[in-house]
C-alpha cells in the first residue's frame, strides 16, 4: 500500500517546512509548490490525496485554485484545506465549493492540521482523487 500524497502549497518556506516534516513524520509523501499555478499542474500530474493550501499565493489564491480544481468532474473530489491569516470571514467565497473541507485561520497548529489531513484520508477510504 503506497502513502498517501498530500499536496502542500504556500508562499511561506517558514510553514511549508513545519507542514512538511510533521506530514512525512506521520507517514505521508509531499509535494510542496510556492504558488497556485504551479499547485493545479502538480494535482492534475500527481493526483494528491488531498490538498492544503494557503489562500494568499502568486498566480493562483487557493480559492482560484479550488475554483478550477472543481470544474474538473475527476479533480472536483480531492479534498482541499485552506489557510487564511485573513481576519475577515471568507466562508461565503468558498461555500459553493464543496472540496474546501476546512478553513483554517493562521497560527494554527500543525498537530492539529495533520489530525484533519487524517480525518480526510479516512473519509476518503483511501481513494485516490484523480484528475484528467
Do not use: W
Not at 510542496?32 to 493550501?53: C, N, Q, R, S, Y
Not at 478553513?103 to 494554527?108: A, I
Amino acid at each position: 500500500m503506497s502513502k498517501p500524497l498530500i499536496l502542500l502549497a504556500d508562499d511561506e518556506p517558514h510553514i511549508t517546512h513545519i507542514i512538511a516534516h510533521k506530514l512525512k513524520k506521520a507517514g505521508m509523501d509531499v509535494i510542496v509548490v510556492e504558488d497556485g499555478e504551479i499547485a493545479l499542474k502538480e494535482t492534475i500530474e500527481h493526483k494528491p490525496d488531498a490538498i492544503v493550501t494557503d489562500l494568499q499565493m502568486p498566480y493562483l489564491s487557493g480559492i482560484e485554485l479550488a475554483q478550477q480544481l472543481a470544474l474538473n468532474t475527476e479533480c472536483a473530489s480531492i479534498p482541499i484545506i485552506l489557510l487564511t491569516a485573513r481576519g475577515y470571514a471568507i466562508e461565503d467565497k468558498i461555500q459553493d465549493i464543496p472540496s474546501v473541507r476546512r478553513l483554517l485561520s493562521k497560527p494554527f497548529s500543525a498537530k492539529d492540521l495533520v489530525g484533519y489531513i487524517v480525518e480526510l484520508l479516512e473519509e476518503q477510504n483511501g481513494a485516490k482523487g484523480k484528475c484528467a
